[in-house]
């Protein structure tokens, strides 16, 4: 895919305009042709109709926006990569794993295993697809100041030995899983590959996600690129700060764009995005339907595919798949252990 180009090259657009952009993370056709024309002008200081007519030339010169035919289509999903939880029973309901290219939305109420899953993936992504995995690296945001490197080394060797030994083998690490300095050089080279930042509020968060698009970009080339973007809490920061009736309105807006810069990262590099939002579990309480995000749907359409976890006995969970294109509702379990996700 294109990296950086000259954006002097559309219509409407000066030095300084140029610069803007590429300062918010517009700096490629393809970027610029996905933005809305309001997201545009108000990023680059250009009225609406420029906006569009940048976005128009882009769309053009990335070759891309307009129809499809069903070949092209069928050739864009046909990248469309699975990564497995490595629990067959939930993997088989999604249909393989979580999907490359849209938005996965794990919600469910404290404790319910939102983190973990963030964490098994960015496991299960590196590893390579022949044992579920993506052979990618991940971005990790995190909210809430919960990825835990220790938890990551925990779920690493709470990996099969043979899936352990395939990892060696496709990084070239030479040993075993039973040698002390081979299981050093492989947990180290998980860890390179996870990107972890910090966000400390909610335009904090926005602007990482921005960022996640150079990194992926940079990465593209890259033995290991960007497969797997989590978003660990994606609301939390944004519950925190538009608070009240009157703030729910801006608190839509600006999620709706941190939706539209995640989904661009997905979409463009082919990568699974996971976000988690907590919500409350009683179903006397105010918010009904517990199956359904407070707030009503707070990502909208844009959560492509949403699953709801419920906590059951000990370290069990219940995962239910609540909406997704193409694939039936369901409902697996999983345990929560030392060793990381495991089967029931
Ligand atoms: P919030 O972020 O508070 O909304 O919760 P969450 O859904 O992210 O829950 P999280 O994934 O952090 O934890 C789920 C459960 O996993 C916890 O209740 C613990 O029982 C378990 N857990 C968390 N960390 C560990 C760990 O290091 N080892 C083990 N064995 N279990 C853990
Ligand atoms: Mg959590």
């Known amino acids: 895919m294109a990296g950086p180009v000259d954006l002097e090259n559309l219509p ?3 030095p300084a305009t140029a610069e803007k952009l590429k300062e918010n993370g ?14 545009l002008s108000n990023t680059a200081d250009v009225g609406e109709s420029t906006a569009h007519d940048i976005i128009q030339a882009a769309r053009e010169a990335a070759d891309i926006g307009g ?40 919600y469910g109420e404290f404790g319910s295993g939102k983190s973990q899953i963030t964490h098994q993936l960015s496991v299960n992504v590196q590893l390579p697809p022949e044992q579920g995995g993506l052979g990618g690296s991940t971005i990790f945001i ?52 996870i990107h972890v930042a910090k966000a400390f509020n909610s335009n904090h968060q926005i602007l990482l996600a921005e960022k996640a698009q150079e990194i992926a970009r940079d990465h593209e080339e890259d033995e290991y690129p960007v497969r797997l973007l989590c978003v ?54 105010f918010f009904g339907d517990p199956t359904k995000p407070i707030g009503g749907n707070i990502l909208g359409h844009k959560s492509t595919f ?39």
């Open 142 to 193: 995190d909210t809430e100041d919960t990825f835990r490197p220790e938890r990551i080394e925990e779920m690493l060797f709470g990996l099969d030995d043979d899936v352990l030994q395939a990892a060696m083998d496709d990084r070239e690490i030479e040993g075993t899983p039973d040698d002390e300095a081979a299981r050093e050089e492989l947990l180290q080279s998980f860890l390179d590959k």
């Open 232 to 285: 660990d809490s994606l609301t939390a920061h944004f519950r925190a700060e538009y608070v009240g009736r009157g703030e729910l309105a801006p608190r839509q807006q600006k999620l709706n764009k941190h939706l539209h810069d995640l989904d661009r990262v997905g979409n463009l590099y082919n990568a699974a995005v996971v976000v988690t939002n907590q919500v409350q579990s009683n179903p006397d309480a």
């Open 12 to 14: 409407g657009v000066g």
């Open 26 to 39: 517009y700096d490629s056709y393809q970027g610029i042709a996905v933005a809305s024309p309001g997201e």
């Open 67 to 106: 129809f499809e035919t069903g070949s092209q289509v069928l050739q864009r999903r046909e990248r469309i990569g699975k990564l497995e939880w490595l629990i067959p029973e939930i993997d088989e309901m999604l249909g393989g794993g979580v999907e490359t290219q849209s938005i996965t939305e794990v």
């Open 306 to 344: 949403r699953m709801y976890l419920r906590k059951s006995k000990g370290n069990k969970r219940i995962v239910k798949l609540v909406d997704a294109p193409n694939l039936p509702d369901g409902e697996a379990v999983m345990r929560v252990t030392g060793e990381g996700l495991k089967p029931e």
